[in-house]
């Protein structure tokens, strides 16, 4: 069965420094995609990053990118640079095709001055 | 903006009623998908949409339905409310079957019981 593991429930961070939010994930499937997505106090779900699992090279989006180790089946986001407003709970999570999404259980990031 | 929309943002009902919760996806997606976020399920996948047909469906309880409708808005229905629905409840939607197709969420619907 197709799993997302968040082993991180809490992180800390200062201002301008890089931070790892840890995922691993299960799949016998060759085709795959993981996502990333940011949760706000507000609630709203943001779209941050994608890897595909036949990609050759780590995705990146601005200060993210995701640090893909397939051999380890894991996915790890990298925000470079961490700003206050990075403050937020991060899921990662799996689709395999067309399929749903499968979320961890999530990351609560803390950003201090 | 994710260009997704749902209404209302919040829902305050009780026990035993019925509510409806509107979605609009963004505009060329054809694929709509409700997830519930709850405490102490975490985000759970629903049902999805493709063009009107339902494609799939998850952890949805019988008392839940759901409709893609021509103009390609959803609507979730939730009816027999229980205090263990209340949740967030997110639409997103996605432009077809591509495996790089992201999903793009909408705010959410915050729905309390009491």
């Known amino acids: 069965a197709q799993k997302i593991t968040q082993t991180q429930p809490g992180m800390f961070v200062q201002e301008k420094e890089a931070v790892t939010l840890d995922c691993t994930y299960d799949?016998?499937?060759?085709?795959?995609?993981l996502f990333w997505y940011k949760q706000p106090s507000s609630g709203e779900m943001i779209f941050l990053i994608y890897?595909?699992?036949?990609?050759?090279q780590n995705a990146t989006e601005g200060r993210y990118s995701l640090n893909f180790q397939k051999a380890r089946k894991s996915a790890n986001l990298v925000i470079s640079a961490s700003q206050l407003g990075d403050s937020a709970m991060y899921f990662c999570a799996m689709r395999r095709n067309t399929d749903k999404l499968i979320f961890g259980t999530g990351t609560r990031l803390q950003v201090f001055p | 903006d994710s260009g997704v929309t749902q209404t209302p943002k919040h829902l305050i009902t009780a026990t035993g009623q019925r509510v409806t919760l509107r979605c609009s996806p963004r505009?060329?997606?054809?694929?709509v998908y409700w997830y519930q976020q709850s405490l102490d399920q975490g985000l759970q996948f629903l049902i999805q949409?493709?063009?009107?047909?339902?494609?799939a469906k998850g952890n949805i309880l019988e008392r839940f339905s759901a409709q893609q409708f021509p103009d390609l808005h959803s609507e979730l229905n939730l009816s027999s409310l229980e205090l263990g629905d209340s949740a967030l409840y997110f639409c997103a939607s996605r432009r077809g079957a591509g495996a790089t197709d992201t999903q793009y969420f909408g705010p959410g619907t915050r729905l309390t019981v009491l």
């Open positions: 799949t016998s499937d060759p085709s795959y995609g």
């Open positions: 890897q595909g699992s036949y990609d050759q």
């Open positions: 505009s060329g997606d054809l694929s």
């Open positions: 949409y493709y063009n009107g047909e339902e494609r």
